[in-house]
């Protein structure tokens, strides 16, 4: 076997699951979903069928992964956070055929019991703080708070603070890294330190 599993998790035939992959406890994954490389599924994680996993994400306890999410490559899902794949749901009135896609970019955190609510694009190294409720798309390096969530600040993709300004032009270093942030019409670019 290439990935672990834990006994009381239930992987159904079909689930494509990548080598080095963690499968914790009472873990559920559907059998049309595509899992890569060294994941971790904590505890009570539940995996729908038309979900993809990039590799090295981090899927914390108690969250569902919904058909129509895809998780790009070290997307990190805090404990109990929410994806939903209904925009207007209804117990009376079936509305599968109404799935809005969302899709998370690669190394976004999406923190502690946050809501994403579907259809948006969470961009790349983007960071969801504990308990935001996201309804719209938000930028590459974002950071994001509250109910519903605004954007109120930039994250490296080191995961601290950036010192920059929500609007207008202005550049800093990371401190960690060294790689060079450039804010500029709203939109924050990375050029890495090369090796």
């Not at 995996?47 to 994400?57: A, E, F, H, Q």
């Not at 790349?124 to 600040?153: E, H």
């Not at 950036?162 to 670019?189: F, R």
Request: hydrophobic residues 40%.
């Amino acid at each position: 076997m290439i990935y672990s599993a834990h006994p009381s998790a239930i992987v159904d035939d079909g689930a494509q699951i990548g080598e080095g992959s963690r499968i914790w406890h009472f873990v559920h994954v559907c059998a049309g979903a595509r899992i890569g490389r060294n994941v971790s599924m904590g505890q009570g994680v539940f995996v729908g069928n038309d979900v993809s996993i990039g590799d090295d994400c981090k899927i914390q306890n108690n969250v569902s992964v919904y058909d129509n999410v895809t998780l790009e490559e070290g997307v990190f899902c805090g404990p109990s956070m929410v994806f939903t794949n209904v925009y207007n749901p209804r117990a009376l009135i079936e509305r599968k055929s109404e799935y809005r896609d969302t899709l998370v970019r690669r190394g976004a955190t999406l923190g502690a019991n946050c809501t994403v609510v579907c259809g948006v694009t969470i961009g790349a190294f983007a960071f969801l703080a504990a308990g935001a409720v996201i309804t719209r798309d938000v930028p590459d390096f974002a950071l994001m708070a509250g109910v519903p969530a605004r954007q109120a600040g930039w994250m490296s993709a080191f995961g601290e603070q950036l010192d920059l300004p929500l609007e207008g032009e202005a550049e800093v270093i990371c401190p960690h890294t060294g790689d060079t942030y450039t804010l500029s019409d709203g939109t924050v670019t990375r050029r890495e330190v090369q090796s």
